[in-house]
């Protein structure tokens, strides 16, 4: 290694579960911090959706490079382990629902008087505050709550919710950000304090497009736009077929549009009224998808994509994941990587897409079996004895 990991040092106590919490800590390890992944008995929810088809894979993406711990919360030794830990912590995270862990007796106002330095971040669906704070929350409910699947999908369909589960993994990009800020503030005050990020709050700056064009229209619900420009501010902005496939296109400047009409072999649309600026395209956007379907329609979408590049058109082949998980940009830069993981066998899994200048990528390990570090944690780092620890485990502690 060349460099330092910023992290280095740093000790997190990770009570994440599903994707955000455990993608913030994620981040958090790749970044070099110590993670320790604490679970109950049966696992968190993410391990235990493992049993259903393909669903252990997201698991082993989000849980690399971390130590595995079990504790039963419940029990009074398992709440004296958790503040055994936090005692020589730095940061604890957790994504529960709010209020959750002061029902423990675990909340933020009794671990910061045990550890003044504790960063302690906290992952909710709208927030530890307000009328909301209870709704239950998960990916699907709070695009439906944001207003994300409002905007989602074609003017003459119901809504949908966007494919990625984007509000829970910008809730985790979010949340990182938080604690590493808190962090940050430490170094000057000594004192560590509560962030909070909330799903709701997280999402709602990439709706600008479609509020653009709410607040533009004075109030009125703007319709959803499929794959044109949510603000309808855009032509041509749309995805387009080819003889094996689709591709986007969008043309953001008048440049684009003339190298585009360039692309096209089509000299005579240079002069066309219809098309003269922005403003008219938009105004004839039919028109305008129109004579590019017809143009796409005659191209595969290799062939297509590499005209249009040489063009200088912004564009792109709609893939496949299979294409992308096969990416090899992707595998060239180590932001993908084939990993022979101990309980699935070869996966594909992401390295973190923050790159720290002057120190190479962090090497990917595979997540671990549930359990597997109770005695490396409790032994040796917490100092109890294997007597200790065989006492908690008859116990159901660990």
Known sequence: MTGRYPLEGITVIDLGQIYNGPYATFLMATAGARVIKIEPHGGEHLRRRGVVGGA???????????????????????????????????????????GAMDRLGLGWEKLHAINPRLVYGSGTGFGLSG???????????????????????????????????????????????????????????GVGRLVEVSMQEAIYSSLSSNLGMWWGSNGKAPPRTGNQHGGLAEAPYNVYPTKDGYIAIICVGEQHWKSLIEAMERPDLRGDSRFTSLKKRVENMAAVDELVNAFTARFDKQPLFELLMKHRVPCAPVRDLDEVVNDPHLHARGALLWQEHPELGRIPVQSSPLRFAGTDQMPITPSRKLGADNDAIYGEWLGLSATDIAALTKEGVI
């Open 56 to 98: 252990a894979l997201p698991f082993a993406m989000l849980n690399a490079n971390k130590t595995s711990v079990t504790l039963n919360l419940k029990t009074e030794h398992g709440k004296a382990l958790l503040i055994d830990m936090v005692k020589k912590g730095d940061v604890l995270l957790e994504n529960f629902a709010p």
């Open 131 to 189: 009328p909301k704070r209870d709704y239950p929350a998960m990916d699907l409910t709070v695009q439906a709550m944001a207003g994300v699947m409002s905007i989602t999908g074609f003017a003459d369909r119901p809504p949908v919710k966007a494919g990625p589960a984007i509000c829970d993994f910008i809730t985790g990009v979010h949340l990182y950000g938080a604690v590493v800020t808190a962090l940050y503030e430490r170094e000057k005050t």
